[in-house]
């Protein structure tokens, strides 16, 4: 009975087997990593850069702007919910190069579609959803456009374009 006692491990150890350490340290080390991979993807995701171009407050100020100016109006519709709209902001108006096409040639308009003060633009411009940019003249007649997110090249490409035949509604 004294031998059967002997060949149990004593309680004084209290390690776990190095097996199980090697376990635990693993799953610490995954756990580490996929709560730090998951926080930079939210951070990515939710974090719009601050831009400066030089918004309108609103349509009817865009239009006095476009009138006094004889610059064409851009209107971009978006949502805090559209995810194109995110990385278009993201990618496309946080760019330099497009802020200084943006501000040197056009009245800016960004349209929540959510927002009810904007109904009466969205029903002008029959914009049921978001991103849509639309370039008008100063009176508000659309001149080109565009639904859906784009890239860089493709939006500057759009603003320059000569004509309204030179685009496309995607």
């Avoid at 171009?53 to 209107?75: E, F, H, R, V």
Wanted: proline fraction near 8%; charge should be negative.
């Amino acid at each position: 009975m004294n031998e059967s006692l002997s060949q149990l491990p004593s309680s004084g150890n209290s390690e776990p087997p190095p097996d199980r350490k090697r376990v635990f340290h693993f799953w610490r080390c995954f756990w580490l990593t996929f709560l730090v991979v998951s926080l930079a993807y939210a951070w990515y995701s939710f974090y719009v850069p601050t831009n400066s171009i030089a918004w309108a407050d609103n349509y009817t100020s865009a239009q006095q702007q476009a009138a006094d100016s004889g610059k064409p109006i851009i209107l971009y519709f978006t949502g805090e919910w559209c995810v194109p709209c995110r990385v278009m902001k993201r990618q496309v108006w946080a760019d330099e190069e497009v802020k200084t096409s943006v501000n040197a040639q056009f009245i800016p308009v960004a349209v929540d579609v959510d927002n009810p003060d904007d109904a009466a633009v969205l029903a002008r411009y029959n914009v049921r959803g978001a991103p849509v940019t639309i370039i008008t003249d100063p009176q508000g007649n659309a001149l080109r456009w565009r639904v859906g997110g784009i890239g860089k090249s493709e939006f500057l490409e759009f603003l320059s374009a000569p004509n309204p035949s030179a685009t496309k509604d995607l």
